[in-house]
C-alpha cells in the first residue's frame, strides 16, 4: 500500500512537473517545500491543543497546505512590486519561511503532546513511517492533482507554449499560474511525509527534466513524466523499506538523477551530441 501510495505520488509530480517545468515555476516548489514546515509544527501545536493523536496527519497537511499557499502569495507580492526579481523572490520566502519553521519546531518539542508527532519525519521524508490511512489520503491528493491536470491540459499548455498568444484567445493565463501553483502545492504537501519538504521538489524536477530528453511533444513528455515520476517514487520507497536509514527523499533523489543520467546518455539525441563533443574535442 506504500509503494501504490508513493507511486501514485510520484505519477502526479511527474504530470504536475511537466507544466512546472516548461512555465519556468520548478524552483518555486522548492520555497512550497520549505514554506510549508511552520505550517506543520502549528498543525501539530492545533492537534496537541484539541486532543488529537499527535500523529493524526490532517491537521499536519492542513497546516502545511496553509503556510504553503502563504508562501506562494508572499512570492507573488514580492514579485508585484517591480524591484524584486523573481528569484530573490523565492530565496527570501524559502529561506524567511523555513527559519520560522524551525523556531517553531524548538516550541513543538517542548510541548510533550506535539513532540511525539515525530516531525523530523517531514524534513527527508520516511514512508516506512507511513500508516494505511496515511497512504490513502496521499494517494487521493496526488490523484485528484493528476486528474485536474489532466482536464486543464489545453489551457496550461497554451500558457506554457505561448502566453501571449493564450491571452488572444481569452485565456486567463494569470489564473492558470494560480491553478499551477495550487497544484504544485497540493503535490507538495501530499509529499511531505513520504519524500520529505526539502527534497520533495526533486521529484518535481527530475522526472520531467528526464522526459525532456526523449520526448519532442508535450503529450509524450506528459506521460513519460508521470511514468518516470511514478518509478522514482516506488524506488525511493522501495529502498527506504529495504534499508531504514536510508531516508525516502534521498532514495527518489538518487533514483530521479540516476534516471535523468542514463536520459542524457541514452536519449534521441546523445549519439549526436557525443559526436559533436568528440569532434570539438579532435578539432
Known sequence: LVLAGCGLLGLAAGAVGCFALLRGRALVADAVGHAA????????????????????????????????????????????????????????????????????LSVVQAVPEAAQAGLARFILGQAAALRAADAWLAGGIALACLAACLALFRPLASACFDAEFARAQGLRVALLDMALLGLLVLVCVAGLQAVGLILVVALIVLPPASARLWAARLPGMLALSAAFGAACGIAGAAASAVWPDLPTGAGVVLAGGLLLGLSMLAGPEAPLRLRRHVAVAGA
Open 37 to 104: 514546515l511552520p505550517g506543520v509544527a502549528l498543525g501539530a501545536l492545533a492537534a496537541a491543543a484539541l486532543g488529537l493523536e499527535a500523529r493524526s496527519l490532517p491537521p499536519l497537511l492542513l497546516g502545511a497546505a496553509a503556510t504553503g499557499l502563504l508562501g506562494v502569495l508572499a512570492m507573488q507580492a514580492l514579485g508585484r512590486t517591480g524591484r524584486i526579481r523573481e528569484d530573490a523572490a523565492i530565496a527570501v520566502v524559502l529561506s524567511a519561511f523555513y527559519a520560522a519553521g524551525v523556531a517553531l
